[in-house]
Every structure is written in C-alpha cells, then in structure tokens.
C-alpha cells in the first residue's frame, strides 16, 4: 500500500494546555481540518513508526468516519498496530484502560465529552499518552505547535474498514484488531468489586435505574448491570447509543437528566438512580428522594472504598480539584492520609495516581475516578456505590446521612453564566483579582473575608506550575466561593462561580442548599459586582 502526502494548512487548533480538540463538527468536517491535528499529533510524539495506539469514541455524528481517517494516517506514519472498539465505540475510561492493558503508545478519543452530537453540534478528538491519561501540557504545547507550522499530512489510500465484527484485519503494513468495547472494561470492574455482594443485592429485589442518555455507556451498563450483576431488563435506559444522542445534551447532572430526576424524586422511585455522559467518564448519583452532589459523593466514597476488595488495604491519599467542596479533605483527615487540592481538569491528577500518592480522586463536576485507569470513569463510581450499598445494607439516603452526622455538611453549589462576552467576563476577572489584596477583613453582604487569593499549583511530583487557576475568597464561618472561567466552552466565555458553606460538626445539617448558600451567594454578588460587570446574576444552570 502506497503510503502519499498530502498538503495541508495550519488550522486554529487546540489550545495549548487543554485536554484536546473541540469544535463544531462542521469545523472538523472541512477538508484537512481533522487530518491536520491527527499528523501534528503524530509528529509531536516522534512519529508513528512501529508504535500501538488505541482509537475509539462516544458513538457521535462523525465518529466511525473519523476513526477510518485516522487509520488511514496511521498505516501512512508506520503504526505498526490499531486497536479499535467494535462499532467504533469505546467509553472514554475504557480506552485508558485499554491503552494501559496493551501498552499501547497512547490513544485517539473521539468525543466532545457531554456537549451534543450531531451534524450542527460539536465533535472533538483527543490523545492519551501511554499512562493512559490526558496529554501533559507539555506534549499539549508540542501538538498545538505543530498543528499551526503543518504543511502536509501522511496517509494512504485504502477502503473502510469494517468496524461491525471484530476480528483482526490489515492496512497494509498495520494489523488493525476491532475487538470488543465491553469486555475488557468489564473484566477490569470484575477485579475491583464484589460482583457476587452485588449480585445479591438485585437478587433481593433491590432496584435501580441508570440513564446512559443515548450516549456511550449504553452497552456497558446493559453488560455489567443488567447481564453480569442480575439488574432486571429495562434498568438502564436510553441505553442505545444514538449519534445525536437523541437530540439530550448527556451530561449528567439534575439540570440535563431531567428524566431520571423526575423518577427519583416522585413515588415510583427505585433504590438508586444514576446517568453518565457521552463518553463515559462522568457521574451523577441519586437516591431515593435525594440528589448526591459530586463533592459528597467523593467523599462518601472515600470513606467507605475499603469496603469494596480493591481498596480493602486502604487508600494512599485523596485528590480533588479546587472547586470541588472540602468534603473530602475532612474524610482524608480523619483516614490519616494526605488531601491534595489541583487545578480544574483530570489531567493534573494523572502524576499524583501514577506516583502512587492517591487512590481516590475527584472533581465538583461529576467525574470521580481512581488508580484503576487514567481518566475518570462513571461506571466505576456507580459500581463502587452499588458494591458499599450491598455491604452497608442502607438506602443511599441512609448513607448520606450518616456521613454528614460524622463530618458535617459541605452544602455546595455551581453557578454557570454561559455565552457571556469574551470581554466583559474578563473585565470581571481582571477587576476581582485586581483587588484580592484588599478584600481581607472587608464585608459583603454582612459576611467578611478571612483570604482571598488566586489559586496557582505546584505539582509535588515534576514540580511544574500552573498559575490563574481560579479566584477564591473565604469568608468567616466557613463559606467560600470561587470564581473561575470555563476551559472548555465553545461559545463566548462561561463564568463558574462556585458556592461553598460548610455546616460545622454537629451543625445543621437539614437546610435547603441553596438557603444555606445564600450569604455567600450575595457576598459574592456583591465583592464581584456580577450585575453590573456581565448584565446578569441569573445563571443559565445550577447544579
Ligand atoms: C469542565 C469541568 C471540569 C472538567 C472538564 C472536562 O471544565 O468544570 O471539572 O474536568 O469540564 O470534563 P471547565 O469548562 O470548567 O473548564
Ligand atoms: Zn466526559
């Protein structure tokens, strides 16, 4: 097969320091727009030649017809080896995995993530190095280097490859194995959880419902919980990966998966519910009645992961991303093990779980993952809950508050200001931070500052820094609020402000959340003067 090289331009690629490429699927679709950031991918890790990657995606609009670009410049840089998931489909965790279990030099991920699908919505690509993790940001800058200097890309000519069966076929030089999506993800949950705990807790009629959102985990969560552990037929809905992922948005939280919540809060709850996004690396929790926020569920799993066999000797520390509320350092504290506070973003715990200096690790965002790949992973989360559900034998309400009588409550809250102007967003930044240094000792909104800083993180293990990580006040009494624009919006600029009031040992622990948050809401109002600064106090969602 002749391997040719074709010209192409320098594109407006990724950002140097975000983990890939996102954009509408249009953008993509233009001629050499994808092919570009595939060959500087390429190019920024030395070459292909003789190397194994891993490629697979969420299932969206474009996704098998960017997998056989991709195999196609594959065989053309000498890749000696693809693995692909049947179907073109691989859950985001799953690919970790699978790069990991093959040593595989890294992995292409098909996905924007819990944005839409579909023709007018957004797609996205990104690559795993061999930890099965993020790209570093230093591999990030190389590729986005490289992606504005390209002038041609390398590929050959060659028909589709069937991705429906799997099998192992050549391109060439290239073998290419399509091989199960499910399986090895499978096998790998098999040896971090009691299956057969969990297998007896459906067996006694316990019942659930996990909403896949048309996404990726559809056949996962109908092959692990429905087929492996016993779930009844029908407990994983929307389980039918759909290129527009049935026109939702597959982000799981009460906002997106409206449906699920409904279920959840009215009398034909069952026992616990829980959805993930469209690649599968986020989760949402619900109990009977009650909504888990992503910084309890850290916590609580933190708390009680010994009770699952993978984390019965202990865990080696707790990490968690600044936004993400203190729930977790206070079951760090009380474990004995060190707490570590990173930067928004996955890639960053990376170093610290391929260290070994923690098990655990989590972001307010829905993702909350572990030493068992390098991404964070929605069925994991859900299987962990299911198998402490098993031992413990209590509702998930149950459970949630026996955690807060130990630890107390971190009542917590993200408020998201969409499509706001690039300029008036910054404005606001740039006013607050301008002023941090005087905000001590001053009050707003009847509560005062005891700190206020700009979040910067020294990795403790390549001692690397990442400055501008967010702005956050602490006020008397144990709120704070941060303030931090969004990385991975694709439209305007998206300002987050997340809320934070802790309830004290032994304190109240049965307000209404955003009641509780109300003081620090107007503080933060007021300290930053949103009103005026970006027209608006009215976020577009709450979670
Ligand atoms: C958002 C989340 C962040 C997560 C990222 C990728 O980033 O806030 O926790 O790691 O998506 O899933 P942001 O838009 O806030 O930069
Ligand atoms: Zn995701």
New binding site residues.
Partial sequence: MKIKTVKTTAIEGQMPGTSGLRKKTRVFMEPNYLENFIQATFDAIGGGTGKTFIVGGDGRFFNKDAIQVILRMAAGNGVSKVIVGQDGILSTPAASHLIRLNKADGGFILSA?HNPGGLDEDFGVKFNAENGGPAPEGLTAKIFEATTTMNAYKTVDADDIDLSKTSTLSHGDMTVQIVNSVSDYQALMETLFDFDAIRALFASGFTMRFDAMHAVTGPYGTAILEDALGAPAGTVTNGVPLEDFGKGHPDPNPIWAKELMDVMMSDASPDIGAASDGDGDRNMIVGRGAYVTPSDSLAILAANAHLAPAYASGLAGIAR?MPTSAASDRVAAKLGIQAYETP???KFFGNLLDANKVTICG?E?A?TGSSHVREKDGLWAVLLWLNILAVRKQSVSEIVKDHWETFGRDYYSRFDFEDVALDAANDMMENLRGRLDDLTGKSFAGLTVVSADEFSYLDPVDGSTSNNQGLRITFEGDGRAVFRL????TQGA?V?LYLEQYSGQGGDINQDTQTALQQVRDAAFEMSDMKAMIGRIEPDVIT
Avoid: K, L, V, Y
Wanted: hydrophobic content about 5%.
């Fill in positions: 993530s991303s928004t973003g996955w972001e965002s993702g969004s990385g991975t919006g998206t987050r």
